[in-house]
T-cell receptor, first 112, second 112 residues
């Protein structure tokens, strides 16, 4: 199993551009989530999904959209990038009935 | 929602000494408390967790204690080694929720 994978590893955007951060897992996990990590602020939840077709907002959802058409994939879309969205983004997944979350390798995003 | 506070934000210890990180949570119904270790440039990885029906759990040099009455839990690292240098995050989860609420993190530096 590859576990949780994320692409790209690093991305530079200009203000106003849009892009999609990809996340996939091959462990048949029901729960998936997106976090952003900023210095001194820990991991903040952006959006999460408890299964295909079901998504919900986390702590900091503004400026981001998600969809969950399959169990494996959970892409995060930035509609119009802003410098405040410069961060490291982590995707995570966990199996049903278990609390342990497994993180992907992260995507480092720089918005100029 | 759940609010998790973590202290200290930085911790420097001499190799061989012990390190203790403390977290408090706000929701007395929270029942799952994991600790994640994040090495520089890497993803967070679970190192130990505890559930509310247990007061203490140990795994080799690391241990976690939980005080439900006071709503705080702590990570203890004994006989610290250079490879223990990392950022450590605590988290808490409510039983009716899939989401984890993270503390802001503690940067641990082990001095040789």
């Amino acid at each position: 199993n590859a576990g949780v994978t994320q692409t790209p590893k690093f991305q530079v955007l200009k203000t106003g551009q849009s892009m999609t951060l990809q996340c996939a897992q091959d462990m048949n996990h029901e729960y998936m989530s997106w976090y952003r990590q900023d210095p001194g602020m820990g991991l903040r939840l952006i959006h999460y999904s408890v299964g295909a077709g079901i998504t919900d907002q986390g702590e900091v959802p503004n400026g981001y959209n998600v969809s969950r058409s399959t169990t494996e994939d959970f892409p995060l879309r930035l509609l119009s990038a802003a410098p405040s969205q410069t961060s490291v983004y982590f995707c995570a997944s966990s199996p049903p009935l278990l609390e342990t979350q497994y993180f992907g390798p992260g995507t480092r995003l720089l918005v100029l | 929602g759940e609010n998790v506070e973590q202290h200290p934000s930085t911790l420097s210890v001499q190799e061989g000494d012990s390190a203790v990180i403390k977290c408090t949570y706000s929701d007395s119904a929270s029942n799952y408390f994991p600790w994640y270790k994040q090495e520089l440039g890497k993803r967070p990885q679970l190192i130990i967790d505890i559930r509310s029906n247990v007061g203490e759990k140990k795994d080799q040099r690391i241990a976690v204690t939980l005080n439900k009455t006071a709503k705080h839990f702590s990570l203890h690292i004994t006989e610290t080694q250079p490879e223990d240098s990392a950022v450590y995050f605590c988290a808490a989860r409510h039983p009716n929720d899939y989401k984890l609420s993270f503390g802001a993190g503690t940067t641990v530096t082990v001095r040789a």
